[in-house]
């Protein structure tokens, strides 16, 4: 079946530090993508999405470009800081399975002053 | 826009009792999503509707837990008996309901079940 698989954590990273968190998918069919943030003590929030191949979201400086052809949509960002501490989870949906989210086991990024 | 409300937000029962959860969606969200995140696990989906009917309880064990949206609004989950591997946060989440492969899934804060 379809999956998501995400690097793994924790990563800790410096303020003003370049970040990669790796994704990629197994998918049958034509999938969504997106990134989900959950900050410490809330609900799972919407970060960024793409549609379709070569898409690029983007949000609060983060971005990730849907990748068809690794099957990859890595989620970057130019310079972190200590407020983007949070657990980041990838994402897809794809049609034929009537929407439903399919997660990887997210990733948990802390970044220090 | 008011977002999607859950209750409670902390339950803890003993093995063998019952618990229920209440969501609230979006309003004109025609699609409502349960999901179970297990500690340190990506949230799985446990039942989908759309309006008042069920899309999709593949994954839902439903010899304990069981899952109604009257009305095509609010919802409510139930674990009866609660087994202690229930023990996870339980989401609930709403979309429009207009394309399932690229709407916007919105999440409650969750209800965190320790089954003791």
Known sequence: ?113 | EAGVAQSPRYKIIEKRQSVAFWCNPISGHATLYWYQQILGQGPKLLIQFQNNGVVDDSQLPKDRFSAERLKGVDSTLKIQPAKLEDSAVYLCASSLGSSVRTDTQYFGPGTRLTVL
């Open chain 1, 1 to 113: 079946g379809d999956s998501v698989t995400q690097m793994e954590g924790p990563v800790t990273l410096s303020e003003e530090a370049f970040l990669t968190i790796n994704c990629t998918y197994t998918a049958t069919g034509y999938p969504s993508l997106f990134w989900y943030v959950q900050y410490p003590g809330e609900g799972l929030q919407l970060l960024l999405k793409a549609t379709k191949a070569d898409d690029k979201g983007s949000n609060k400086g983060f971005e990730a470009t849907y990748r068809k052809e690794t099957t990859s949509f890595h989620l970057e960002k130019g310079s972190v800081q200590v407020s983007d501490s949070a657990v980041y989870f990838c994402a897809l949906t794809e049609g034929n399975q009537g929407g439903k989210l399919i997660f990887g086991q997210g990733t948990e990024l802390s970044v220090k002053p």
